[in-house]
């Protein structure tokens, strides 16, 4: 069995009001329509039938609620989101044993109405949070009580990459060129959230808390050593800046902090790669996706099975780690 732990649904309900929202969605609108599996269930499902028995976690794709809509109109979208796939989860079980919620992010009052009504009466068996927030980091105090709650239930939050061309990336430039943005930027985007949420305590804060990042962590496992080094460092390159409380508050070796964190196989079918963050983050912190529609699903397959470890091990990330954290059984 192989339960693909993050893959992308955008269902019409709340697909058309979110691109009647904003001008300048024109492109992904295109984009997104060019997608029928992202709409059109019998498609999907024929494509998943090639697998045998395969299933899918859905959640909703970019862009971030927060930044095309206002509060108001985000805390309706996720609503109508997480309804919409709930439904789907509904009707087709079997394809889609759960959902991952949506959050207005930037309506903190609504998120934390929306969020319990997600987990207790919608059967989500998680949620979605982007590497920032409207352009404010996760770790903003205000944000707090979302990873508090998904502690308190023990179920995962999913840490799903943001970063747009308007991110440049030299200062002599108004936008990100060769779309860096999305190539380069969101590993960088994912690997900033988690440094940021580890200085901050959020470990030490939720002993055991469980945070999935899309791509294997980002860039974080395969500059292990960068971090270790740069470690002791910290604040004798920032003028004005004293870190040493936030360095002497954490309880554990800096590393260790960024191995509590789970990682997906979501790396497009690159072996090398999952080599790498497979031996990073350990089999028990490894989860297989393939970020369909957006990657190939079996490419992504593939790279498990190229991979040179046991049964077991394989079984965990096919299925084995995804039923732990996600308190399922799916046999």
């Not at 940021?196 to 055991?208: A, E, I, M, N």
């Amino acid at each position: 069995m192989i339960i693909d732990i993050f893959t992308h649904v955008f269902p019409r309900p709340v697909f058309d009001p979110m691109m009647k929202m904003a001008e300048k969605l024109a492109d992904l609108s295109k984009r997104m329509n060019n997608m029928p599996m992202l709409h059109n269930m019998d498609a999907r499902f024929r494509e998943m039938d090639e697998f045998g028995d395969y299933r899918q976690i859905v959640c909703m794709p970019n862009p971030p609620l927060e930044d095309i809509s206002t509060p108001a109109q985000g805390a309706e979208l996720a609503r109508i989101a997480n309804d919409s796939m709930a439904e789907l989860v509904q009707h087709h079980p079997d394809r889609f044993p759960a959902f991952i919620a949506a959050l207005p992010m930037h309506n903190m009052d609504a998120a934390m109405e929306e969020l319990p009504r997600a987990i207790e009466q919608l059967d989500a068996r998680g949620v979605q949070v982007f590497s920032n927030v409207g352009g404010r980091p996760l770790d903003d105090p205000e944000f707090a009580p979302v990873f508090a709650k998904m502690h308190e239930y023990g179920l995962p939050v999913w840490l799903h990459p943001a970063r747009t061309a308007d991110t440049r990336d030299y200062a002599a430039e108004q936008r990100s060129g060769f779309e860096a943005w999305t190539a380069l930027g969101w590993p960088y985007a994912t690997s900033v959230a988690m440094l940021r949420l580890v200085y901050t305590g959020l470990f030490d804060r939720h002993p055991g808390i469980k945070v999935i990042t899309h791509h294997l962590g980002g860039i974080i496992p395969y500059h292990e050593g960068r971090l270790e080094a740069a470690f002791p460092n910290l604040g004798r390159r920032s003028a004005g800046e004293d870190y040493m409380a936030v360095k002497h508050a954490l309880r554990r070796p800096f590393i260790d902090y960024f191995k509590m964190f789970y990682g997906d196989t979501a790396m497009h079918g690159a072996v090398n790669p999952v080599r790498c963050g497979l031996e990073f983050f350990g089999p028990r912190n490894v989860v297989f996706a393939s970020d369909a529609p957006f990657s190939q699903i079996r490419r992504n397959i593939d790279v498990i099975y190229r991979l040179d470890i046991g049964e077991q091990d394989r079984h965990m990330i096919f299925c084995g780690n995804a039923e732990r954290i996600m308190k399922m059984k799916f046999t």
